[in-house]
């Protein structure tokens, strides 16, 4: 008995968490996603509300009261007319009581003999002053009666059937009705305009610093130059566009210190390289001397893919409009060099601001690395509003998907996957991924349909 009433609570659980999930899943696809919308919604839903309930508060207890009160008094006047008309029904007391009617309660009464009620009119479907006021007349006459509040629209008329005669009665439309509302809602309504233009306004300010820094940012994190960057605005933001700028320094300062350092390694080591020819080409070619020629020249190729890649290149050269096109058909005529099959495609606008040697390098490392291990290339580029797509296919063993991450870290060389004896560094990839990501984009690994390897650079323009 237990075990079953634990299950049903277990299952209403999950039924009511089920359906918070759902709820709330609609709840942010309806919403918006921006700020600046966002902090609109906070300042314009409270506003709504409180003008919602203040417009009803005025309308069920003030507008209704008062508009039932002024009908209940022009109603006990026509009934007291009424009453006077049947006690004292000669020509002369009709006439001292249209008197009486237009001087003492500002009602015009006429007395039509013979006559009988008009058929009913049609009705308002919604309106607080034909309820009330045939309302207060049906609590007050106790005769026939007809009434017309949708005719003229400064008088109301009433008709009530007294013995052999019916009296009309007009009565002005402000007598019974609190007709300057509508003066109340313009207020409250043009008020609340003002005052959503002015938060608009203040609020776009407030929004603008914040957009300024995503804006920087992103640039930054795309290598391009940040130019015209200020802190602003309110001092929580300023005290993070302070940290991005000092963040920033830190990041470039780390740069310079590591390219200074390595470029003293780098002459060192040449010199030393150098020495090491000097040496060789003054003892003569031999079998000995042109083996350690070749591993001079490996060292110093291998050296030189060390310093690309602790150095980044990349950092100090800015983005300028780079034909891509052209660096896919360099890489296609640098592949042919190598006696591999290799065919070039670019589609849409080749103009693309980019840092033009890191991508070139990025699109080289990659087709190298498909003809040392494949025959035939296939390199494809594609930008549209968005983004540059390079796809560059090869028909070698390919990487096992497992292993696909695991290439771009540095030095790493899959034996199994790749030939071992086809040289390199093990820098290829990687030195490919930072230009890439350098670029604020990515380079990922697939299946090709060429049946090996596809590497694909996708580059945000």
Same mark, same amino acid.
């Given at each position: 008995?237990?075990?079953?009433?634990?299950?049903?609570?277990?299952?209403?659980?999950?039924?009511?968490?089920?359906?918070?999930?759902?709820?709330?899943?609609?709840?942010?696809?309806?919403?918006?996603?921006?700020? $600046?919308?966002?902090?609109?919604?906070?300042?314009?839903?409270?506003?709504?509300?409180?003008?919602?309930?203040?417009?009803?508060?005025?309308?069920?207890?003030?507008? /209704?009261?008062?508009?039932?009160? &002024? #009908?209940? =008094?022009?109603?006990?006047?026509? =009934?007291?007319?009424?009453?006077? *008309?049947?006690?004292?029904?000669?020509?002369?007391?009709?006439?001292?009581?249209?008197?009486?009617?237009?001087?003492?309660? !500002?009602?015009?009464?006429?007395?039509?003999?013979?006559?009988?009620?008009?058929?009913?009119?049609?009705?308002?479907?919604?309106?607080?002053?034909?309820?009330?006021?045939?309302?207060?007349?049906?609590?007050?006459?106790?005769?026939?009666?007809?009434?017309?509040?949708?005719? /003229?629209? /400064?008088?109301?008329?009433?008709?009530?059937?007294?013995?052999?005669?019916?009296?009309?009665?007009?009565?002005?439309?402000?007598?019974?009705?609190?007709? !300057?509302?509508?003066? $109340? &809602?313009?207020?409250?309504?043009?008020?609340?305009?003002?005052? &959503?233009?002015?938060?608009?306004? $203040?609020?776009?300010?407030?929004?603008?610093?914040?957009?300024?820094?995503?804006? *920087? *940012?992103?640039?930054?994190?795309?290598?391009?130059?940040?130019?015209?960057?200020?802190?602003?605005?309110?001092?929580?933001?300023?005290?993070?566009? @302070?940290?991005?700028?000092?963040?920033?320094?830190?990041?470039?300062?780390?740069?310079?210190?590591?390219?200074?350092?390595?470029?003293?390694? #780098? +002459?060192?080591?040449?010199?030393?390289?150098?020495? $090491?020819?000097?040496?060789?080409? &003054?003892?003569?070619?031999?079998?000995?001397?042109?083996?350690?020629?070749?591993?001079?020249?490996? @060292?110093?190729?291998?050296?030189?893919?060390?310093?690309?890649? *602790?150095?980044?290149?990349?950092?100090?050269?800015?983005?300028?409009?780079?034909?891509?096109?052209?660096?896919?058909? %360099?890489?296609?005529?640098?592949?042919?060099? +190598?006696?591999?099959?290799?065919?070039?495609?670019?589609?849409?606008?080749?103009?693309?601001?980019?840092?033009?040697?890191?991508?070139?390098?990025?699109?080289?490392?990659?087709?190298? !690395?498909?003809?040392?291990?494949?025959?035939?290339?296939?390199? /494809?580029? !594609?930008?549209?509003?968005?983004?540059?797509?390079?796809?560059?296919?090869? %028909?070698?063993?390919?990487?096992?998907?497992?292993?696909?991450?695991?290439?771009?870290?540095?030095?790493?060389?899959? %034996? %199994?996957?790749?030939?071992?004896?086809?040289?390199?560094?093990?820098?290829?990839?990687?030195?490919?991924?930072?230009?890439?990501?350098? +670029?604020?984009?990515?380079?990922?690994?697939?299946?090709?349909? @060429?049946?090996?390897?596809?590497?694909?650079?996708?580059?945000?323009?």
């Amino acid at each position: 008995m237990r075990d079953a009433a634990l299950e049903r609570v277990r299952r209403a659980r999950a039924r009511w968490h089920d359906v918070n999930l759902r709820f709330g899943g609609w709840f942010n696809r309806i919403m918006p996603k921006g700020l $600046f919308a966002r902090s609109l919604i906070i300042i314009v839903a409270p506003m709504v509300i409180l003008q919602s309930v203040l417009v009803f508060v005025f309308m069920e207890r003030h507008y /209704n009261t008062v508009t039932r009160r &002024l #009908s209940a =008094a022009v109603s006990q006047d026509i =009934a007291a007319l009424s009453d006077l *008309a049947t006690a004292f029904p000669d020509a002369a007391d009709q006439e001292r009581i249209k008197q009486i009617a237009q001087f003492t309660m !500002n009602l015009t009464v006429d007395f039509l003999p013979d006559q009988h009620l008009p058929p009913p009119g049609p009705k308002p479907f919604f309106s607080i002053l034909d309820s009330n006021f045939t309302g207060e007349l049906g609590k007050r006459l106790q005769r026939p009666f007809w009434t017309d509040t949708v005719g /003229n629209s /400064n008088l109301l008329e009433v008709r009530v059937q007294l013995d052999g005669k019916v009296m009309r009665v007009f009565v002005r439309r402000t007598q019974a009705y609190l007709s !300057n509302s509508h003066i $109340f &809602l313009v207020w409250m309504v043009g008020t609340s305009l003002v005052l &959503l233009a002015v938060a608009i306004l $203040f609020l776009r300010n407030q929004i603008k610093p914040i957009e300024a820094l995503a804006e *920087a *940012a992103a640039a930054f994190g795309k290598g391009r130059d940040v130019t015209g960057f200020r802190p602003r605005g309110a001092r929580e933001v300023r005290g993070a566009a @302070l940290a991005f700028l000092e963040m920033k320094r830190r990041i470039e300062r780390q740069i310079e210190q590591r390219t200074t350092m390595l470029a003293g390694v #780098s +002459h060192d080591m040449r010199t030393i390289l150098t020495r $090491f020819k000097l040496e060789l080409a &003054l003892i003569g070619d031999s079998v000995e001397t042109e083996a350690l020629r070749g591993d001079v020249d490996e @060292l110093q190729s291998m050296l030189e893919a060390y310093l690309a890649f *602790a150095r980044d290149d990349s950092a100090g050269e800015l983005p300028a409009l780079t034909d891509v096109s052209r660096i896919l058909d %360099d890489a296609r005529r640098n592949g042919e060099r +190598h006696g591999v099959e290799i065919e070039a495609r670019f589609t849409g606008e080749p103009m693309v601001m980019l840092r033009a040697d890191a991508f070139r390098r990025c699109i080289g490392n990659l087709v190298a !690395n498909g003809w040392r291990h494949g025959r035939k290339l296939a390199i /494809n580029g !594609n930008s549209d509003a968005r983004w540059l797509t390079v796809t560059v296919d090869d %028909d070698g063993p390919g990487i096992p998907p497992d292993r696909r991450e695991e290439v771009f870290r540095p030095f790493v060389r899959l %034996d %199994d996957a790749r030939n071992q004896d086809a040289g390199g560094s093990g820098l290829g990839l990687t030195i490919a991924r930072d230009a890439a990501r350098a +670029h604020g984009g990515d380079v990922t690994l697939s299946d090709s349909p @060429l049946g090996g390897l596809r590497a694909t650079v996708r580059i945000p323009v």
